[in-house]
Structure formats: structure tokens, C-alpha cells
């Protein structure tokens, strides 16, 4: 008995190391003038081969988007963000589709007065609502070298990552009332932009010109996701296929060790969290607050 459970606990192990190194293995490679062109800012920004910059000055900020849209899959993006006194600045990095009745999946950098930590702001919207932020210092110096953050998106839930760690996840709870972004093509948007009316202490500490131009510098974007192209890829792209890896059972739920390491920063570095604001909500948190998350 004691050698079957032995075996098992072995085999369950190894299983978890795959499983943890096939993700790591999806790693982002891509050219950004493949696949992104700058939309706004262009005088003062640049992409090249793997390497895209972002400035904001005061003549204006500059943001970059995707040349198409997608549903599902794994978005990940390799950043540098401002170093120094980057209060009143945001770096945005997200997912959107377009209308009133809009999809978003958001990672925003707040940025912060020298000495003091970014926040890493996240939000989902579905059909046009948002609302549901949760922040996160960061647990590194987000300044001082590229980090990898993902979006992984899939019917069954979707994953914030932060260097494979995951900080965060929206399960897909459609079918008991609850709206889950799955009917919606997504580009992929990237800003640097003035936001000193709210961004840092909620308005209260501006940008300080004095220190622009400011720089978020970027490398290696590569979607790898099923691309959007009408209606029809809403069963395409969720159809549980060989070419839609990202529908296969090891990515419906997170592994024991990935739920430990959310965990964990959940407990050391989470300092805001929607479902927990009964003020905000007058006591009336949203359904999905009181369900499972991983």
C-alpha cells in the first residue's frame, strides 16, 4: 500500500514538473513590427525587431497596438518600466475588443515616487462592465530588468502571470448568471500616458516633468493565440482541438504548485481586492466573489 501511494505521490510530482516546464516552454519570441504597429506617439517612439519604446513627454504620450484580434490563448509581453520618480504615469498593458459592450483583460503599472513600490493594477470588464480591480506590489524591482507578464486566456478561466508566477484568475462562471469574456475577438494594446489625475495616491502626488522624458521599453511580443476572425471563431476557437492547446485539461485548472505560489503572493503582496470592499459595493459584492477561483 505504503509503495502504490509512494508512486502515485511520485508520479502526481513528475506530472506537475512537466506540466510546469511545458508552460514555461511557451515563451515569447515574436518581432513586434510583425505583429504590433504604434497607433499614437509615433515622433517619439520606436519599434525594431524584438525591442519596441514607449515615451511620454509633454508634448504626449505613445501606444502601440496588435494588427489583429484574438480569442484565447496565451499574450505574454516582456517589460522595463520607468525607472526613477514615475509618479502620475501609467503603463497600460491589455487585451480589448471594441463597442460599448466591450471585453478587456488589463495589466496597469501605476507608477510612484522614487523610493516607493509600483502597484500592479489588474482588471477584467465583460460586456462593458469593469470594476473589478485587485493590486499587487511587486515582490522585485520592476525598473531594473525585463519581467514577463502574460494574460492567459482560455474558455475555462483567465490567469494573470507574472514571470510564470500567477498573481491572479477569473473562472468562467457563465453558466450560473455570471458574464465571462468568450464571444469577443481582443487586440492587444500597450500605452505610457499621463494619468497624475488618479494614478498615484489618488491624484495627489503629479508627474514631475523635470524627470521626462519618460521610458517603458519593451522586447519580445509574440501572441500565441487563436486569431479572431468574425463570429465564426467563437466555436473554432474554443473547440477542443490539438491546435487549441490551450483548451487541453492541464490548463482548466492551476497545478497544486501554482496554486501555492499565487498563494502566496496573494498573502504577502495583494493590497487591494474587489471582492473584499464591502463600502464600495454597499455590501452587495459580486456573485463571482463567493465562488472558486482556482
Given amino acids: 500500500?505504503?509503495?502504490i501511494m509512494a508512486s502515485s505521490r511520485l508520479l502526481s510530482l513528475a506530472n506537475l514538473f512537466i506540466l510546469a516546464i511545458a508552460f514555461?516552454?511557451?515563451?515569447?519570441?515574436?518581432?513586434f513590427s510583425d505583429n504590433m504597429y504604434i497607433g499614437w506617439g509615433a515622433h517619439h517612439s520606436w519599434m525594431q525587431g524584438n525591442d519596441l519604446q514607449l515615451v511620454l513627454d509633454q508634448s504626449s504620450g505613445s501606444g502601440v497596438q496588435s494588427k489583429g484580434a484574438f480569442l484565447?490563448?496565451?499574450i505574454q509581453m516582456q517589460i522595463k518600466l520607468v525607472p526613477g520618480n514615475s509618479a502620475g504615469t501609467v503603463t497600460a498593458y491589455y487585451l480589448s475588443s471594441t463597442g460599448d459592450k466591450h471585453d478587456e483583460i488589463d495589466f496597469e503599472f501605476l507608477g510612484n515616487v522614487s523610493g516607493h513600490p509600483y502597484i500592479i493594477h489588474t482588471n477584467?470588464?465583460?460586456q462593458g462592465a469593469g470594476g473589478r480591480e485587485q493590486q499587487f506590489y511587486p515582490w522585485f524591482d520592476p525598473t531594473a530588468d525585463y519581467h514577463n507578464y502574460t494574460i492567459h486566456w482560455n474558455p475555462s478561466a483567465v490567469v494573470w502571470y507574472v514571470d510564470d508566477i500567477p498573481i491572479r484568475v477569473y473562472k468562467?462562471?457563465?453558466?450560473?448568471g455570471i458574464l465571462y469574456p468568450n464571444a469577443q475577438g481582443m487586440g492587444v494594446y500597450s500605452s505610457l500616458w499621463n494619468a497624475d489625475n488618479w494614478a498615484t495616491r489618488g491624484g495627489l502626488d503629479k508627474i514631475d516633468w523635470t524627470n521626462a522624458p519618460f521610458i517603458a521599453k519593451y522586447r519580445n511580443f509574440a501572441p500565441r493565440?487563436?486569431?479572431w476572425y468574425g463570429p465564426g471563431s467563437i466555436s473554432?476557437?474554443?473547440a477542443p482541438t490539438p491546435n487549441n492547446w490551450y483548451t487541453s485539461p492541464e490548463y482548466s485548472q492551476l497545478s497544486y504548485a501554482k496554486q501555492g505560489q499565487m498563494n502566496w503572493v496573494r498573502n504577502n503582496y495583494m493590497i487591494y481586492d474587489y471582492c473584499k470592499d464591502t463600502t464600495r459595493f454597499n455590501g452587495q459584492i459580486p456573485g463571482e466573489c463567493f465562488k472558486p477561483q482556482f
Fill in 172 to 176: 468562467n462562471y457563465q453558466s450560473q
Fill in 225 to 227: 493565440a487563436c486569431p
Fill in 236 to 238: 473554432h476557437c474554443a
Fill in 72 to 74: 484565447f490563448g496565451s
Fill in 24 to 31: 514555461h516552454l511557451v515563451s515569447v519570441n515574436g518581432m
Fill in 1 to 3: 500500500m505504503f509503495k
Fill in 124 to 126: 477584467i470588464f465583460t
